[in-house]
């Protein structure tokens, strides 16, 4: 089993639509989770950091649940900027995962 | 501030040749990593430095890849030979230890004919 896993997607929205990602890791005894965005030829960024209580940076809200172990990231009002791959990442010790990323595509 | 800094940004190379690819961290992040990304295996972790000591190399596929950091502002990543199956992008990260917030550099792809 993989360490971290996402749906690949593609998820393709129209502008103004809601939009969630889950993404699943399998060590419960994860300590840090982040969402990065990558676009298309460039590096990853960091998104968010996703908090035990939850927590929210404009659009976009990132929920963590510890007894299911899956962390979610969803963006509201899709603007065509946000087109890209979201990647979940978690880490235990020194040890970072990343998912192999959802992509998302936001249609005019 | 200047972000994490990789050279070169592009690499083409054939098959047997050496390829060193350079990153400059962020200055004062004491951790350094090097990560791999292709199609088929998404982003994965080749080998990380802290305070310049190579901490974990398990994710190094074989020997032909080494890495070394000789001071806290600088750190290469070698292929000797190198072979058509190291063809991806070669991103450096680096971050500071109270924080776990990753910062990536731009990334080499490299192409080996």
């Known amino acids: 089993r993989k360490e971290v896993e996402q749906d690949p997607g593609p998820f393709n929205v129209p502008e103004g639509a809601t939009v969630a990602f889950n993404c699943t890791y399998s060590?419960?005894?994860?300590?840090?989770f982040f969402w990065y965005r990558q676009d298309c030829r460039k590096e990853p960024k960091l998104l968010m950091s996703?908090?035990?209580s939850g927590n929210e940076d404009g659009r976009f809200t990132a929920q963590l649940n510890r007894a299911s172990q899956y962390i979610s990231l969803l963006i509201r009002d899709s603007k065509l900027s946000d087109s890209a791959t979201y990647l979940c990442?978690?880490?235990?010790?020194?040890?970072?995962?990343f998912g192999t990323g959802t992509s998302l595509t936001v249609i005019p | 501030d200047a972000g994490v800094i990789q050279s070169p940004r592009h690499e083409v190379t054939e098959m047997g040749q050496e390829v060193t690819l350079r990153c400059k961290p962020i200055?004062?992040?004491?951790?350094l990593f090097w990560y791999r990304q292709t199609m088929m295996r998404g982003l994965e972790l080749l080998i990380y430095?802290?305070?310049?000591?190579?901490?974990?190399d398990s994710g190094m596929p074989e020997d032909r890849f080494s890495a070394k950091m000789p001071n806290a502002s600088f750190s290469t990543l070698k292929i000797q030979p190198s072979e058509p199956r190291d063809s991806a992008v070669y991103f450096c990260?680096?971050?500071?230890?109270?924080?776990?917030?990753?910062?990536f550099g731009p990334g080499t792809r490299l192409t080996v004919t």
């Open positions: 990260a680096s971050r500071k230890t109270i924080s776990y917030e990753q910062y």
């Open positions: 060590n419960s005894a994860s300590q840090s």
């Open positions: 996703v908090y035990s």
């Open positions: 990442v978690v880490n235990w010790g020194n040890q970072f995962y």
């Open positions: 200055s004062g992040h004491d951790y």
């Open positions: 430095f802290n305070n310049n000591v190579p901490i974990d």
